[in-house]
């Protein structure tokens, strides 16, 4: 690896995606990820990694007209008129299975599915009208988060092709335990994992996350079931590629909604 390909590798990132009225909401995540293209190089196209496609095999969006989801119910109208008219790009979605096949996996191109809000909802705010193309892969179902940091080290050539790999999910995400009207404040049991995640992710103890269930604080509290956190791993196996750890950075904090945690990474910046 040259220096000059050192200059133009892809950071990796993880963000949280909050409510699907993240767009509209007057939130301090909203605003950072308004800014989220600023803070980091601008790709020449997106691999994202959403809590809200699981499959069997590891499945990518192959259309290079993918549409915009709206897989939520019961929020306002205004909602469901947003669309995101990213391009797709087939030619990355068969790179993709490329690397996965190489790592062992059978993967599949989905050439009819089109971009959930854990994608296009956080995307709308940071590349709005880009233009850069966006493939979405799928977490896999029922599968652990040392799986998930397996599969994101195959992913890691496509930072030095220019692609951004961009985990969305949640980093405390138990919807029972919202307060819509923010009366209570941040849950001490919120904010206890919300410290633990952030503090292993700046030490890349690899370890420790990937045993989140047993070694953090409030596990099973902060996540009743584990899709919103599985796209972290891939970013961590993504961002470590063939080294055993990297440390990562927060790119911001906070909560909504009480104890919805918005905390977001990178590495690799």
């Known amino acids: ?7 133009t590798r892809m950071p990796v990132a993880f963000i949280s995606h909050g409510s699907p009225t993240l767009a ?5 995540a909203r605003d950072f990820l308004v800014r989220l293209g600023s803070l980091l190089p601008r790709p020449k ?18 259309s290079d007209t993918p549409g915009t989801i709206h897989d939520f119910y019961g929020f306002p109208q205004v909602l469901y008129e947003l ?8 030619a990355l979605a068969a790179r993709i299975v490329g690397l996965l096949e190489a790592g062992g996996h059978a993967p599949a191109i989905d050439y009819d599915r089109g971009l959930d809000h854990g994608a296009w909802s956080p995307l709308l705010l940071a590349y709005p009208q880009s233009g850069i193309p966006v493939v979405q892969l799928s977490l896999l179902h029922r599968h652990s988060p040392a799986d998930h940091i397996a599969l994101g080290r195959l992913l890691a050539p496509l ?10 999910g949640g980093a405390v995400h138990n919807l029972r335990a919202l307060d819509w009207h923010n009366q209570s404040g941040i849950p001490e049991w919120a904010s206890a994992f919300d410290d633990w995640l ?12 990937s045993d989140y269930r047993v070694r ?7 996540h009743p079931s584990e899709d919103h956190i599985l796209p972290l791993f891939v970013s961590l196996g993504a961002a470590a590629g063939n080294l055993a750890t990297i440390e990562g950075s927060q790119l911001h904090r906070g909560f909504t909604f009480g104890s919805l945690g918005m905390s977001s990474y990178a590495w690799g910046r």
């Open 24 to 28: 509209f909401d007057n939130v301090p």
């Open 1 to 7: 690896m040259t220096a000059a390909d050192n200059a």
């Open 45 to 62: 196209a997106i691999v994202c990694i959403s809590a809200h496609w699981e499959a069997a095999v590891p499945s990518v969006t192959g």
């Open 216 to 222: 953090a604080p409030n596990a099973s509290i902060a």
């Open 159 to 168: 930072r030095d092709e220019g692609v951004l790999i961009l985990g969305s």
């Open 198 to 209: 952030t503090a292993n992710i700046v030490a890349g103890n690899f370890d420790a996350l």
């Open 83 to 90: 669309r995101y008219d990213a391009p797709g790009d087939p």
